[in-house]
C-alpha cells in the first residue's frame, strides 16, 4: 500500500487517509498510515533506526481525508495544543440520508460507550457542537460541509443520525443505504492550522475517494 503524500517538511506530513485504513496499527494487523508514515520517511531519507512519526490526530477506519503528523517531538507537542485549544479548524463532507435545511447548528451531549456513542441528556455526557451547509441534494441525499466545532467520538455520525439523518452506510447508526468497501460516506476535506515552528497559517485539502456516490462525482462544488 502505497502513501498519498500532500505535503511534507521537516516538522510535518500531510497525508490522504483513504477509507477502510486504519490511522494507527491496532490488534487485526492491518496497515496503517502511522507505520507507513514511518517506513516512507525511513526510506526515503534512509535514516538509520527508528523514525520518530507524532500521531497528532485520527480519522475512523471507514472514513477518508487529510490527516497530519508530526515529524518531531516539538512540532507534536505544538499541534496538540492547538487541538486542545480548538484553533484547528476541520472541515467535512459527508453523504446523508434524507433532505436537510440549507444550513444548521447541532449541538447535544454525547457520551461513548465502549465501541459506540449516544446522545445524553446534559450534565451527562461531553457537549458536542457542529454547524454544516447543504452543498447539493439528489435521490433523497444531503451532501453536506459541516464544520466541527468539538472533537467527539463519532460525533459527526450519532448527532445526525440522532435527527433521522444518518450518513450513508453507516450501519452502525441506523443506515440502511450500503457504501463500497464496508466504508462510510464522510470525508475529512480540509485541515487549517498554524505551523508548529514558522507560525504560518496552513490549509490542506483532500478529494474523497474516487467511488464517493456517482450521482455527486463529477458535481462537486
Known amino acids: 500500500m502505497s502513501l498519498h503524500v500532500l505535503y511534507e517538511d521537516n516538522h510535518l506530513l500531510i497525508v490522504r487517509k483513504p477509507a477502510g485504513t486504519l490511522s494507527q496499527g491496532d490488534h487485526t494487523g492491518d496497515p496503517n498510515l502511522l507505520d507507513l508514515g514511518k517506513t516512507y520517511l525511513k526510506d526515503k531519507y534512509n535514516k538509520p533506526g527508528n523514525v520518530f512519526l507524532g500521531l497528532v490526530q485520527r480519522l475512523d477506519r471507514p472514513v477518508s481525508g487529510v490527516m497530519v503528523f508530526a515529524r518531531t517531538s516539538k512540532a507534536a507537542a505544538r499541534l496538540s495544543e492547538q487541538i486542545r485549544n480548538r484553533t484547528i479548524k476541520k472541515q467535512y463532507w459527508a453523504l446523508a440520508e434524507g433532505k436537510l435545511p440549507q444550513s444548521g447548528q447541532?449541538?447535544?451531549h454525547i457520551a461513548k460507550r465502549q465501541s459506540k456513542s449516544r446522545i445524553v441528556d446534559?450534565?451527562?455526557?461531553?457537549?458536542a457542537n457542529l454547524s454544516y451547509q447543504l452543498l447539493d441534494y439528489k435521490n433523497d441525499i444531503s451532501w453536506l460541509e459541516i464544520q466541527l466545532n468539538t472533537g467527539r467520538h463519532h460525533q459527526i455520525r450519532?448527532?445526525?443520525?440522532?435527527?433521522?439523518h444518518p450518513l450513508i452506510g453507516d450501519y452502525k447508526y441506523g443506515s440502511r443505504i450500503p457504501y463500497p468497501n464496508r466504508s462510510l460516506a464522510?470525508?475529512?476535506?480540509?485541515?487549517t492550522f498554524t505551523h508548529p515552528t514558522t507560525q504560518e497559517p496552513l490549509t490542506f485539502t483532500a478529494d474523497p475517494?474516487?467511488?464517493w456516490i456517482t450521482t455527486f462525482k463529477n458535481e462537486q462544488p
Not at 158 to 164: C, M
Open 106 to 108: 447541532l449541538e447535544h
Open 122 to 127: 446534559p450534565p451527562q455526557g461531553q457537549h
Open 158 to 164: 450519532i448527532q445526525f443520525s440522532h435527527i433521522g
Open 186 to 191: 464522510l470525508h475529512a476535506q480540509s485541515l
Open 209 to 211: 475517494d474516487n467511488h
